[in-house]
């Protein structure tokens, strides 16, 4: 299986500054053929199913702000908050879609500071 | 826009068999893996498996030993999730989600509500 590590396991931002979240695969989810990356960014809110902000690494779902931005390739992949709203308090999870079975990281949880 | 309801059982003894189906509406059903995740309480996700109308390819967890059947009704647009001998391990809300496309890849798009099924004795 394919390993999703997330760092860190949490992070406090103050309202309005950027946030960093990291995913790093065990194995490169970099398809060659199409030169693209099988990464998801998910955020999910407490009592709620995960919602998709990110496919393909980079590719922001219909609807999401544009303060949400993947980047990345190969094992190594961010997901960045530029400025931090109230509404993105929750828990971010990346998983990949190379292989099955499909894996996701251990999630970070986004609190205000 | 895709909708996912799901339903089934919600509490369950030791033993028994969970069962939860997840109806399509909005799209279409054909040509589509159907994926069910779970997520234990407070912990993270955990992919079941997928399975297409298509040759009736389906694929699992290897983790989940045997005890998982994915259906598919492409009369009613539903597919349903069966995983056999519970323990207090399978607690967890269990989502439906559309997977990938037939010959593609793809993150997932739709999900549904999530049904928390408790296994207790």
């Known amino acids: 299986d394919i390993v999703m590590t997330q760092s860190p396991d949490s992070l406090a931002v103050s309202l309005g500054e950027g946030a960093t979240i990291n995913c790093k695969s065990s194995q490169n989810i970099l398809y060659t053929s199409n030169n693209m990356n099988y990464l998801a960014w998910y955020q999910q809110k407490p009592g709620q199913p995960p919602k998709l902000l990110i496919y393909?690494?980079?590719t922001r779902e219909s609807g999401v702000p544009d303060r949400f931005s993947g980047s990345g390739s190969g094992t190594d992949f961010t997901l960045t908050i530029s400025s931090l709203q109230a509404e993105d308090v929750a828990v971010y999870y990346c998983q990949q879609y190379y292989i099955t079975p499909l894996t996701f990281g251990g999630g970070t949880k986004v609190e205000i500071k | 826009q895709v909708q996912l309801p799901q339903w089934g059982a919600g509490l369950l003894r030791p033993s028994e068999t969970l069962a939860l189906t997840c109806a399509v509406y909005g799209g279409s059903f054909s040509g589509y893996y159907w994926t069910w995740i779970r997520q234990p309480p407070g912990k993270g996700l955990e992919w079941i498996g997928e399975?297409?109308?298509?040759?009736?390819?389906?694929t699992y967890n290897p983790s989940l030993k045997g005890r998982v059947t994915i259906s598919l009704d492409t009369s009613k647009n539903q597919f349903s999730l069966i995983l056999s001998s519970v323990t207090a391990a399978d607690t967890a809300v269990y989502y439906c989600?559309?997977?990938?496309?037939?010959?593609?890849?793809?993150?997932?798009?739709?999900w549904g509500q999530g049904t928390l099924v408790t296994i207790s004795s």
């Open positions: 399975s297409i109308d298509h040759g009736g390819s389906t």
């Open positions: 393909w690494a980079s």
């Open positions: 989600a559309r997977g990938r496309p037939l010959g593609g890849a793809a993150a997932l798009h739709y």
